[in-house]
């Protein structure tokens, strides 16, 4: 028999009665899994995607659970749809206590977003970067924040003139390099939170290579066929595992003082060298903040 992602994560015991919990990209995949344990550990779950009849379907699983389920539908590659969506999260909460920016993906075509950035680029980190940013004054005292990163960071440099045009757009580079930002703007919003003195967490993970996570669906044939066949091997990392990650450091006791690190297998891990490089942070949190036309977030922490 299966385990549970919060079995796995060694938090089936924890109770999180009366916490609010918004997972992005939670209609498939390790967000759906990740958002249902978070609805039987007793949390209210914001569940997010652009498919409503999925969503939907996510929310009816919380019938019969101790906790509510509420699907928003938000486009991550629209600026005003993430802004919506952190508008109804502040108009409809009390407080967010766990935010897990999960949504993305891995795009073949070379295109431009709206704001003339690579739209991996847009999707995997401005979106996150963004919606984050706007929910800072709407978090709780300890809110945990999660974002989905990968171990395809690994051999990327942080390159903040490429993501500006898509002359030579590689796919597979654009989702490497997403990744790194994911790393980089989890560990400066840690410092830059640290500096204010709130006891908010951030933290970033890796969540295996999941066969049946859906993310094989965005690489170029036949790989998402090869893929879907690994889901029988075992010891393949599954969904549940995935979705484990992510609980870990947003709910279990023994994360709750861990901020500004990178989780591989439920450990503290060293990720690149460009992902630990405090100026490839800086750069990117005020090149972020210049490109979505705001006020740079945390500005008075900066140092």
């Not at 390790?30 to 929310?59: K, M, S, W, Y």
């Not at 003195?197 to 993310?215: D, L, Q, V």
Request: charged content about 25%; overall charge negative.
């Amino acid at each position: 028999m299966s385990r549970s992602p919060e079995e796995l994560a060694g938090v089936a015991d924890v109770d999180c009665t009366g916490q609010q919990a918004l997972v992005t990209g939670s209609t498939s995949g390790i967000g759906r899994d990740a958002a249902l344990a978070l609805g039987r550990l007793g949390a209210d779950v914001i569940v997010h995607g652009r498919d409503e009849t999925a969503g939907e379907a996510v929310v009816d699983e919380f019938d019969g659970l101790d906790a509510d389920g509420r699907f928003v539908k938000a486009d991550f590659a629209s600026v005003d749809g993430v802004r919506e969506l952190a508008e109804t999260v502040r108009t409809d909460t009390d407080g967010v206590d766990i935010l897990v920016n999960n949504a993305g993906g891995l795009f073949r075509e070379g295109r431009l977003s709206d704001l003339g950035v690579e739209y991996t680029f847009h999707v995997n980190h401005l979106s996150p970067f963004l919606l984050t940013t706007a929910l800072l004054g709407h978090l709780a005292d300890d809110a945990r924040i999660v974002t989905t990163a990968s171990a395809a960071h690994q051999g990327t440099a942080l390159d903040l003139e490429r993501v500006q045009d898509v002359d030579r757009h590689a796919s597979w580079w654009a989702y490497s390099h997403s990744k790194l930002a994911n790393i980089l703007f989890a560990s400066e919003l840690a410092r830059r939170l640290d500096a204010t003195e709130r006891a908010i967490t951030s933290n970033s993970i890796h969540p295996g290579a999941i066969p049946g996570s859906g993310f094989s669906r965005f690489l170029p044939r036949p790989l998402p066929q090869l893929m879907g066949g690994l889901s029988a091997v075992p010891g393949v990392t599954t969904v549940a595992d995935g979705a484990a990650e992510l609980l870990f450091p947003a709910v279990s006791p023994r994360t709750a003082d861990i901020s500004g690190r990178y989780f591989v297998d439920q450990q503290p891990t060293t990720p690149s060298p460009a992902a630990r490089d405090r100026d490839n942070a800086r750069r990117l949190w005020e090149f972020s903040a210049d490109v979505l036309d705001i006020e740079e977030p945390l500005e008075g922490a900066a140092t």
